[in-house]
T-cell receptor
Framework: NAGVTQTPKFQVLKTGQSMTLQCAQDMNHEYMSWYRQDPGMGLRLIHYSVGAGITDQGEVPNGYNVSRSTTEDFPLRLLSAAPSQTSVYFCASSPLFTPSAGSEAFFGQGTRLTVV | AQSVTQLGSHVSVSEGALVLLRCNYSSSVPPYLFWYVQYPNQGLQLLLKYTSAATLVKGINGFEAEFKKSETSFHLTKPSAHMSDAAEYFC?????????????FGRGTQLTVWP
């Protein structure tokens, strides 16, 4: 059971560099999202998607782009890395909301990003 | 927008003592509510969830939570703490009226368990 797979686990970038954080899920979930986790801030939503070809912004979208060309993949792109983007990034997926069950989100292991 | 508030960013208990982690929600219509746990250097794992079937919800590892509408609360408890419970705990809510599956997280509570 792979679940949600994130790569890489660790990354160091120089200011101004760009990179893509990969996220893949094998549960055929419609909903996928990216969060960043900073000390004392909990998890803040960056971008989310409710299906292939559909994305939208969360609380803190500036400096990040996403696309959803397939159900399985939801990459997060940092356009020009800044030290303020030093954080731990989590990808999550869930089925779309079902009234009787509520949508349980499944999380990847995280990507620890440092921008110097 | 709905939100959840976790009271206490750090909680310390002795092994064998009661664990109580507090969570309050703010929406006028009670949302679905979740508790997640994060062990060091890992992702989040679901402990339990409230979907209105029962107000007292039992989860994994001996944890349970009680939904109290009158107090807009969903506090997490465990009768006897174990060293392995040391982790960060997050409360989250999901709007019942939403079809988007978007979770709103609290800021987290770090639980320390002393021997």
């Amino acid at each position: 059971n792979a679940g949600v797979t994130q790569t890489p686990k660790f990354q160091v970038l120089k200011t101004g560099q760009s990179m893509t954080l990969q996220c893949a899920q094998d549960m055929n979930h419609e909903y996928m999202s990216w969060y960043r986790q900073d000390p004392g801030m909990g998890l803040r939503l960056i971008h989310y998607s409710v299906g292939a070809g559909i994305t939208d912004q969360g609380e803190v979208p500036n400096g990040y782009n996403v696309s959803r060309s397939t159900t399985e993949d939801f990459p997060l792109r940092l356009l020009s890395a800044a030290p303020s983007q030093t954080s731990v990034y989590f990808c999550a997926s869930s089925p779309l909301f079902t009234p009787s069950a509520g949508s349980e989100a499944f999380f990847g292991q995280g990507t620890r990003l440092t921008v110097v | 927008a709905q939100s959840v508030t976790q009271l206490g960013s750090h909680v310390s208990v002795s092994e064998g003592a009661l664990v109580l982690l507090r969570c309050n929600y703010s929406s006028s219509v009670p949302p679905y509510l979740f508790w997640y746990v994060q062990y060091p250097n890992q992702g989040l794992q679901l402990l339990l969830k409230y979907t209105s079937a029962a107000t007292l919800v039992k989860g994994i590892n001996g944890f349970e939570a009680e939904f109290k509408k009158s107090e807009t609360s969903f506090h997490l408890t465990k009768p006897s703490a174990h060293m392995s419970d040391a982790a960060e705990y997050f409360c989250a809510s999901l709007d019942r009226g939403s079809t988007l599956g978007r979770l709103y997280f609290g800021r987290g509570t770090q639980l320390t368990v002393w021997p």
